[in-house]
């Protein structure tokens, strides 16, 4: 079935580093991908998405490239803030028997220091 | 501009008794999915309704079911709880069916079983 894997967290790093979630899939046929955050005590949100293969999605100064000879889709931020500690999720969509599911990986909690 | 709304916030039960959850989904948006969110895990489907039908179900007992209102809200019912049943429940909404759109997110019911 399918499944997403990603690194395991917690993720600590001071302000202004270089952030990078790796992020691994397992799926039949081709995918979209996500990228959801989760801030204490709410639900999640949509941070990016890519549908095909080789598309870069990108919001708030984060970005993850669609891989599918890797079937990989790694988050990454060049200059962390203290406001981007939550808890990240990778998920994608398959589609056909998997209508309307999204299958999530088990979440990095990452925490930024000033 | 409501966003998905989820009642109520807590809820504490003892084991075998019933709950029901309720969902109002984004304006505009006619798709509702519930997700089961265990501490320190990601979001686990549990089923989407779409006019008013459950179109998908993930691998959940027939103790969990729901039920879509013609205004496309939403309620959530377990029966016969267990303790594994303690968790957080997700409702997102979108719109036409699937799960390729934006899901939107509530920020959930934190259900505790004693």
């Known amino acids: 079935g399918d499944s997403v894997t990603q690194m395991e967290g917690p993720v600590t790093l001071s302000e202004e580093a270089f952030l990078t979630i790796n992020c691994t899939y397992t799926?039949?046929?081709?995918?979209?991908l996500f990228w959801y955050v989760q801030y204490p005590g709410e639900g999640l949100q949509l941070l990016l998405k890519?549908?095909?293969?080789?598309d870069k999605g990108s919001n708030k100064g984060f970005e993850a490239t669609y891989r599918k000879e890797t079937t990989s889709f790694h988050l990454e931020k060049g200059s962390v803030q203290v406001s981007d500690s939550a808890v990240y999720f990778c998920a994608l969509y398959a589609g056909g028997t998997s209508y309307g599911k999204l299958t999530f990986g088990q979440g990095t909690i990452l925490t930024v220091h000033p | 501009d409501a966003g998905v709304t989820q009642s109520p916030t807590h809820l504490i039960k003892t084991r075998g008794q019933q709950v029901t959850l309720r969902c109002s989904p984004k304006?505009?948006?006619?798709?509702v999915s519930w997700y089961q969110q265990a501490l320190g895990q990601g979001p686990q489907f549990i089923f989407q309704?779409?006019?008013?039908?459950?179109?998908q179900r993930g691998n959940f007992p027939d103790r969990f079911s729901g039920h879509q209102f013609p205004n496309y809200s939403s309620e959530l019912n377990v029966n016969a709880l267990l303790l594994g049943d303690s968790a957080l429940y997700l409702c997102?909404?979108?719109?036409?069916?699937?799960?390729?759109?934006?899901?939107?997110f509530g920020d959930g019911t934190r259900l505790s079983i004693l």
């Open positions: 890519a549908t095909k293969a080789d």
């Open positions: 309704y779409y006019e008013e039908e459950e179109r």
């Open positions: 304006s505009g948006h006619d798709t």
């Open positions: 997102a909404s979108s719109l036409g069916g699937g799960g390729n759109q934006p899901q939107h």
């Open positions: 799926a039949t046929g081709y995918p979209s």
